[in-house]
């Protein structure tokens, strides 16, 4: 979900492709397409989905064959498989960081003591405007005050909950993926659909009939 929204278009996920191959021009996903359709030159191409939208200049992106694809793949991934044991240590070095939680969790803590005082304070002005002649004035504007504290500091925890679910969830992606990238083939010869799924983020379609790869742990070869 957080790769589609970081994508910013319009998800798919027709075909193995899809949602994966981006369109220099435009930013727009690639769709596969039929063409000559009843007839025996019946084929699949990808093109941009946007490449003749109205109210915008046409993509001068090219059409892709699966095979163009594959190949172009297969030789990005024969390259940076080149340098798998740098990545595999820079992904390691990434866990650790991410392993540490100990600011975040000192900060939640902190929250939460914050939290309990300013409860505290809340209990007792309520209690003491109950059994004494306080101004109303005085005594709206102190329990605003100490709500808005309040409320702060709970948005405040909850932020950075999040950002520590987010640092577990990353990093057991990324020891997913290391533990995939050890049992992975150095190079190979032949499409393989697995490893495809596995490693590739996005990849950019150029004008020239090049692709830029996006690679999971952050790599992007040119193909």
């Not at 505290?120 to 101004?135: F, R």
Request: aromatic share 10%; proline share 0%; with cysteine.
């Amino acid at each position: 979900m957080a790769r589609r929204d970081e994508l910013g278009a319009k998800y798919s996920s027709n075909d193995i492709f899809a949602s994966k191959l981006v369109c220099e021009d435009c930013g727009g996903f690639y769709g596969q397409k039929k063409w000559h359709s009843n007839t025996k030159y019946s084929r699949f191409i990808h093109q941009c989905n946007r490449k003749f939208e109205k109210g915008k200049d046409k993509c001068t992106t090219p059409n892709l064959t699966d095979s163009m694809i594959k190949h172009k793949f297969i030789e990005a991934y024969n390259l940076t498989m080149q340098d798998k044991k740098r990545i595999i240590d820079d992904t390691n070095a990434m866990i650790a960081l991410l392993t540490d939680t100990t600011q975040l969790d000192n900060q939640i803590d902190d929250l939460y003591d914050e939290m309990v005082v300013t409860t505290e304070l809340i209990n007792k002005l309520i209690k003491d405007n109950s059994k004494s002649n306080m101004d109303q004035d005085e005594y709206d504007k102190k329990y605003m005050e100490l709500t808005k504290r309040y409320e702060q500091a709970k948005n405040r925890q909850e932020e950075l909950i999040d950002a520590r679910t987010n640092k577990k969830a990353q990093e057991l992606n990324m020891k997913t993926f290391v533990a995939n990238l050890n049992k992975a083939e150095d190079k190979i010869t032949e499409w393989n659909e697995s490893i495809w799924m596995l490693l590739v983020k996005s990849a950019i379609v150029h004008r020239d009939n090049y692709i830029t790869f996006k690679f999971n742990y952050g790599e992007e070869i040119k193909s």
